[in-house]
């Protein structure tokens, strides 16, 4: 985050040299979103089925490699609201990552890592680890939908692993 005139300056110079040094943008997206089907799995076999929505701003080097942010919102099921009344049946997760993306015609692969908190009533900060494939055609599909993927992420917790797999496309504007 640009907290200071010196870290404006900072932001300034590196852009000034990445311009110069010919990798200047090919495309910058602010418009570029994703929905998908997400199926959770945690180490103790529990699972949850249910959608995301994220806007995926991305900063294109090249025609073949990027850099996406995926900034996510869903709604699991809480698994442990079963055996309590005082703890919410559903709640809101966020998800922030930054995934480096390299395409080879169609095909495109990425891997990054972020956080993601859980507002279970204890708002759970956990480190991510995702990873991408899909296909993006050269012509949007239907005029909207620019790719089709499917990912993995697994979130550590302190006393388990969660494995999420999502299934969804790319909506750019």
């Given at each position: 985050m640009i907290r200071s005139s010196r870290h404006w300056v900072e932001a300034a110079i590196c852009l000034t040299i990445l311009a110069q040094s010919g990798l200047a943008p090919a495309d910058v997206s602010l418009t570029s979103f994703e929905v998908a089907q997400v199926t959770t799995v945690q180490s103790s076999r529990a699972f949850v089925a249910t959608g995301e929505v994220s806007w995926?701003?991305?900063?294109?080097?090249?025609?073949?490699?990027?850099?996406?942010?995926?900034?996510?919102?869903?709604?699991?099921?809480?698994?442990?609201?079963?055996?309590?009344?005082?703890?919410?049946?559903?709640?809101?997760?966020?998800?922030?990552?930054?995934?480096?993306?390299?395409?080879f015609a169609a095909i495109?692969?990425?891997a990054g890592g972020g956080v993601s908190v859980w507002l279970d009533g204890k708002s759970t900060r956990v480190p991510s680890l995702?990873?991408?494939?899909?296909?993006?055609?050269?012509?949007?599909?239907?005029?909207?939908?620019?790719?089709?993927?499917v990912g993995f992420t697994m979130l550590r917790f302190d006393s388990?692993?969660?494995?999420?797999l999502k299934i969804g496309s790319g909506i750019r504007f």
């Open positions: 995926n701003p991305t900063y294109n080097f090249t025609e073949a490699f990027a850099v996406r942010s995926d900034l996510g919102v869903s709604v699991l099921k809480n698994v442990a609201a079963e055996d309590s009344e005082d703890t919410p049946r559903y709640f809101p997760t966020l998800s922030a990552e930054l995934l480096l993306s390299a395409s495109f692969a990425e995702s990873a991408n494939v899909g296909w993006a055609p050269h012509k949007p599909l239907i005029g909207l939908i620019d790719r089709l993927f388990e692993t969660t494995r999420a």
